[in-house]
């Protein structure tokens, strides 16, 4: 691929890659204590309803009770309230499939657009911020997302590249001519075709390196944020990742969505990433293609996404949330 982007390594360091997004998973796993006593009144729903039609792909709650969600069908953000079920759309859709989508601590929501690019939508008001083009290959898939406290990190699953948004000065938002590309080599082995290659995103737990999910290959690699090159993740006797999706981490519990098995699987990983050990299988009778997933207090939120069945403006979707 050509590129007229600056290269990776003369913007950011990886001893800055200590992700934010950590700080908000602690954050929505705690809840704030008039959460925890509402909830300790009333029980949270289960199944929360979306609106027919949706698609749902992405989800990202912050430290409030509130899930973000994106659709594939036409790129809308919905909100829904944990506590009641009841949601809203706060922005409507360009006409873009939405697939990932993170949440800072400022309130942006950063969203993977699939085709070229990516979004940012303020969660207060559903305002537009800035949108930028990632990639002018003919071929993309802009997949998932993960924030560091320097750059926001997208996937493309197909290409063999991560594309990076570099935060400014108290987090302020790049130019366009300032998106970066990091292609990926070492273990990484790109699969030709219409398969999905780099797929779910997170970072390691000490927060030095990347961590991608390869869902058509099955591999976890840790990516050099530096240079690109990764190494495949020592899984023990794990079965492969092929339906791995979404990648959510807390502390050093690593929860890997597969979707067409309707399941997160739960592995325990060393400090740098570089291996980790299976613990169990988690799932629920009504994950339905769960593709990514989201924690809030001792709950994970999985939106499913049906992808087994044809979808039409009628056809229903929900979040499912299953006991940690």
Do not use: C
Request: proline letters at 7%; aromatic letters at 6%; charged letters at 20%.
């Amino acid at each position: 691929m050509t590129s007229t982007h600056r290269s990776f390594p003369d913007r950011l360091s990886r001893r800055r890659l200590l992700t934010v997004g950590a700080a908000a998973a602690g954050a929505a796993l705690a809840g704030s204590s008039a959460d925890q006593a509402w909830a300790a009144g009333k029980s949270l729903p289960t199944v929360i309803h979306l609106p027919n039609g949706i698609r749902p792909e992405g989800i990202t709650i912050g430290g409030g009770p509130y899930a973000y969600l994106g659709s594939i069908a036409d790129g809308s953000v919905y909100r829904a309230d944990l506590r009641t079920g009841q949601g809203r759309t706060i922005a409507p859709g360009p006409g873009t499939a939405a697939a990932g989508l993170k949440l800072d601590g400022r309130g942006r929501l950063f969203i993977a657009t699939v085709g070229t690019g990516a979004r940012v939508v303020d969660a207060r008001t559903g305002a537009e911020l800035a949108s930028y083009v990632l990639t002018t290959e003919s071929e993309t898939f802009v997949n998932d997302v993960v924030l560091t406290p320097r750059a926001v990190w997208f996937t493309d699953s197909y290409q063999p590249t991560l594309y990076a948004l570099p935060l400014g000065p108290g987090g302020a938002l790049p130019d366009a001519a300032d998106v970066l590309r990091l292609p990926l080599s070492g273990d990484w082995s790109q699969v030709p075709g219409a398969t999905i290659n780099a797929n779910g995103i997170t970072r390691t737990p000490d927060g030095g390196a990347l961590l991608v999910v390869q869902t058509g290959a099955g591999g976890l690699h840790r990516v050099d944020p530096r240079t690109g090159v990764t190494r495949l993740v020592d899984l023990g006797d794990a079965a492969p990742l092929v339906n791995g999706d979404g990648l959510l981490l807390t502390g050093r519990t690593l929860y890997a969505v597969q979707n067409m098995q309707n399941a997160i699987d739960v592995f325990r990983l060393s400090p740098d990433g570089r291996s980790g050990v299976f613990q169990r299988r988690l799932t629920d009778p009504d994950l339905d293609v769960p593709t990514t997933v989201a924690a809030y207090g001792d709950r994970l939120y999985l939106p499913n996404a049906r992808f087994t069945t044809t979808p039409t403006p009628d056809t229903p979707y929900d979040v499912i949330a299953v006991e940690r």
